[in-house]
C-alpha cells in the first residue's frame, strides 16, 4: 500500500505525527470491529476486511514515520522510473546499422504486361410480378363479431355491479365478525344417526347442562386497561375491536401493514409490532404484586420482565425482542438475554 493511501484509509494529513496515526487508527477499529455484528454474517464479513485494510494503513505510516520522520513530503515526491535493462558490457562489442536496403531499378526497356480486366457478366432480368388487386368488402354489419362485443360488455358492466351492492352490504369489520363467530359445524354423519334414531323410536339420553359459573367483576382498573390494548390469550373480537379489521388475513397471521399478530386455537400468542404501523399491545400485570428490583437476571419470570420492561415489540416462541435486544425464556424462566447499543435493558449478570 502507497503511503498516500495510507493516510487516506486513516482520515490524516500530511502534518500528521505518531500519536495522530495511533488515535486514527483506535477510533476506526471501535467503528469496523467485528464483534459489532456477530449476529450479521454479511456486516460481519465487511467489517473484517475493512479492519484489514486499517491495520495495513497503520502498519506503512508507522514504518513510513520511522524512515523519513514526517510526512511533509508525502504526495511532493517524483514517481520512480524504472530503469532500462543493461546491455551486454565489453569494448569488444560494437553496434552498427545494417546498410539500407537497396531498391531493384526498373528496366526502361521493359514494359509491365497488360492486366486483363475479367468479364462482367449481365444481370439476369427480373421477372414481373404478378399483379394484386384489391376489392375492398362489402358494407354491411358483421352480427356475429359486434354480437360477441356486446355480450362481453353486459357480462362485465353485471359483475361490477353485484361486486358493488355486495361491498356497499357488508363493512370490513362484518367480515371480521363473521369470521371470528364462525357456528360450529356438524358433521353429515351425525345427522344421518340422529336420522335413524328418530326413525326407530330411540330417544337418547339428554345429558343436563352445567351450569357455568359467571366470571368474577372486573376492577375498574382492569376495565380500564383492558380497554386500550389487546395481550396475549385476547381473543379475535378483542383485537379486531381495539386494532381495527386487518387488512390482510392468512390462516392464524393477521396483518397491519407492516405489523403482524399470530393467533392459535382463537387467541393470541404473539405480535410483530412495526414503528411504521404500531400494534395496541400491553402486558397486564397483577396490582397486588409489587415488585422492588430494579434489575432482572437470569433464572428472573416473565412477570418480573413486564415489571420492568413492559411489553415487548416482538414476541415469538420463546423469545421477547425489545428492539434489537432480546430476552429469552424456557418455560416462564429467562434463560438468556443480549442488549443492543440503542436498547439498554435492565438486567444484570449474577
Known amino acids: ?41 454479511r456486516l460481519n464479513s465487511r467489517t473484517e476486511a475493512q479492519l484489514k485494510i486499517i491495520n495495513e494503513a497503520k502498519t506503512v505510516a508507522l514504518a513510513y514515520l520511522e524512515k523519513h ?8 515526491e517524483p514517481p520512480r522510473k524504472k530503469k532500462p535493462p543493461a546491455g551486454p558490457r565489453g569494448p569488444e562489442r560494437e553496434w552498427s546499422r545494417p546498410p539500407p536496403r537497396e531498391e531493384p531499378r526498373a528496366r526502361a526497356h ?17 421477372e414481373p410480378e404478378p399483379e394484386i388487386s384489391f376489392e375492398p ?22 359483475s361490477f355491479v353485484i361486486l358493488l351492492i355486495s361491498s356497499m352490504g357488508e363493512t370490513p369489520a362484518d367480515k371480521v365478525k363473521q369470521f371470528t363467530r364462525k357456528p360450529p359445524a356438524v358433521s353429515e354423519l351425525r ?22 359459573p359467571e366470571p368474577p367483576p372486573e376492577s375498574p382498573q382492569e376495565a380500564a386497561v383492558r380497554d386500550t390494548f389487546f395481550t ?12 381495527g379489521p386487518p387488512l390482510q388475513i392468512k390462516g392464524d ?41 430494579r434489575y432482572f437476571y437470569i433464572g428472573s419470570l416473565k412477570s418480573d420482565v413486564i415489571a420492568l420492561q413492559g411489553a415487548p415489540s416482538v414476541i415469538e ?18 434463560i438468556n438475554w443480549q442488549n443492543d447499543h440503542l436498547q439498554r435493558l435492565k438486567a444484570v449478570e449474577y
Do not use: C
Not at 345427522?191 to 357455568?212: L, N, P, T
Not at 393477521?254 to 386455537?265: A, C, I, P, T
Open 253 to 293: 397471521i393477521w396483518r397491519y401493514g407492516h405489523s403482524m399478530v399470530e393467533f392459535e386455537y382463537g387467541v393470541v400468542i404473539g405480535w410483530n409490532s412495526s414503528e411504521l404501523n404500531p400494534l395496541k399491545v400491553g402486558m397486564i400485570q397483577d396490582p397486588s404484586d409489587e415488585y422492588r428490583e
Open 1 to 41: 500500500m502507497r503511503i498516500e493511501i495510507a493516510l487516506q484509509h486513516l482520515g490524516l494529513e500530511t502534518s500528521a505525527t505518531e500519536a495522530d496515526v495511533k488515535q486514527a487508527y483506535r477510533e476506526l477499529v471501535k467503528i469496523w470491529h467485528p464483534d459489532r455484528f456477530q449476529n450479521d454474517e
Open 137 to 158: 368488402p362489402a358494407p354491411g354489419f358483421n352480427f356475429g363479431q359486434n354480437a360477441l362485443i356486446v355480450v362481453f360488455i353486459l357480462l362485465v358492466l353485471v
Open 232 to 243: 396475549l390469550g385476547s381473543d379475535k373480537e378483542w383485537v379486531s375491536t381495539v386494532q
Open 69 to 76: 520522520g514526517h510526512f511533509l513530503l508525502v504526495g511532493s
Open 317 to 334: 416462541k420463546g423469545l421477547w425482542k425489545y428492539g434489537d435486544a432480546f430476552v429469552q425464556f424456557e418455560g416462564d424462566t429467562v
Open 110 to 126: 521493359q514494359k509491365p504486361p497488360p492486366r486483363e480486366e475479367p468479364k462482367k457478366e449481365a444481370p439476369p432480368e427480373p
Open 191 to 212: 345427522k344421518a344417526m340422529a336420522e335413524k334414531d328418530a326413525r326407530e323410536g330411540f330417544v337418547a339420553y339428554e345429558e343436563e347442562e352445567e351450569e357455568i
